[in-house]
């Protein structure tokens, strides 16, 4: 059974940092790609960071300079740092993963709720 566990979301000023987890059971870790969506009330599900097995990474452009995606294969977990945080990224984060050779994230956390405000 598949699962992955999201954590460290919570309140945070506007300039602030947070650090998201997401711990992978039930999978190869090393041979998927991990992803950090984020969803806003109203908003459509959109991708903020992805970083394959090989370690390539990439950025929406709105967080660009500020997230830093990164992955421990040893402990099957990936990070999500933000940083400079602001209102617009308040939202509910959701880890995902896929297979290296998957056309879509197929495996999905329960998420946790990220708050920007003063």
């Known amino acids: 059974q598949v699962q992955l566990v999201e954590s460290g979301g919570g309140l945070v000023q506007p300039g602030g940092s947070l650090r998201l987890s997401c711990a992978a059971s039930g999978i190869i870790f090393s041979v998927n790609t991990m992803g950090w969506y984020r969803q806003a009330p109203g908003m459509q599900r959109e991708l903020v960071a992805q970083i394959t097995n090989g370690g390539s990474t990439n950025y929406a452009d709105s967080v660009k300079g500020r997230f830093t995606i990164s992955r421990d294969n040893a402990k099957n977990t990936v990070y999500l740092q933000m940083n400079s945080l602001k209102p617009e990224d308040t939202a509910v984060y959701y880890c995902?993963?896929?297979?290296?050779?998957?056309?879509?994230?197929?495996?999905w956390g329960q998420g946790t709720q990220v708050t920007v405000s003063s």
């Open positions: 995902a993963a896929r297979h290296m050779y998957a056309s879509s994230y197929n495996y």
